[in-house]
T-cell receptor
Framework: DQQVKQNSPSLSVQEGRISILNCDYT??????FLWYKKYPAEGPTFLIS?????DKNEDGRFTVFLNKSAKHLSLHIVPSQPGDSAVYFC????????????FGIGTKLQVIP | DGGITQSPKYLFRKEGQNVTLSCEQN?????MYWYRQDPGQGLRLIYY???????QKGDIAEGYSVSREKKESFPLTVTSAQKNPTAFYLC??????????????FGSGTRLTVV
């Protein structure tokens, strides 16, 4: 049972345009959501996160939106740059003390120059 | 610089052999994790450890074993019982508990190939 779903395995966007990566989750106990970026043959690196008490968090070109009622979050990258080409993992964590992080299967973003 | 070091980067194993993947961190993190990445399957949790001398099975622990004798080290042994060990293995660490975005810090991974 996949609790964190990334239904688009890949996405191509023109340089300078907006990239929108989507993520859905099923577990209502998740209270923190994270996005990771991964280049081939490297470990994922933390990109941006959002608490369930917020609906938006922004960091430079990256913005994450959370819609709790729809159990949906999205990552917006504006403007997209060729260096953004990577696999993006959506992840979620429960509340209270230690809680392991559950990852989606990833979306491969290609930004075309 | 603090971080996580995984070694080796590439590893070849003959069928029927056990092999151990190294993971060391100097971030003073309490918790450590092993994930496996296969094409189209994202990151799947193998084992995790919250404190020294304690560890729990993740979602796909069969055929793997771990130890946590030191806070800094969390080696993963891929045994001959693991039926499909060829994969990219990622080690991660985090603070054990708290509030806020205590996400994971990942190592650079080990690609294991069975020949």
């Amino acid at each position: 049972d996949q609790q964190v779903k990334q239904n688009s395995p890949s996405l191509s966007v023109q340089e300078g345009r907006i990239s929108i990566l989507n993520c859905d989750y099923t577990n209502s106990m998740f209270d923190y959501f994270l996005w990771y970026k991964k280049y081939p043959a490297e470990g994922p690196t933390f990109l941006i996160s959002i608490s369930s008490i917020k609906d938006k968090n922004e960091d430079g070109r990256f913005t994450v939106f959370l819609n709790k009622s729809a159990k949906h979050l999205s990552l917006h990258i504006v403007p997209s740059q060729p260096g953004d080409s990577a696999v993006y993992f959506c992840a979620a964590r429960g509340s209270g003390g230690y809680q392991k992080v559950t990852f989606g299967i990833g979306t491969k973003l290609q930004v075309i120059p | 610089d603090g971080g996580i070091t995984q070694s080796p980067k590439y590893l070849f194993r003959k069928e029927g052999q056990n092999v151990t993947l190294s993971c060391e961190q100097n971030l003073n993190h309490d918790a450590m994790y092993w994930y496996r990445q296969d094409p189209g399957q994202g990151l799947r949790l193998i084992y995790y450890s919250q404190i020294v001398n304690d560890f729990q099975k993740g979602d796909i622990a069969e055929g793997y074993s771990v130890s946590r004798e030191k806070k800094e080290s969390f080696p993963l042994t891929v045994t001959s019982a693991q039926k499909n060990p060829t994969a990219f293995y990622l080690c991660a660490s985090s603070i054990r508990r708290g509030t806020g975005s205590y996400g994971y810090t990942f190592g650079s991974g080990t690609r294991l190939t069975v020949v």
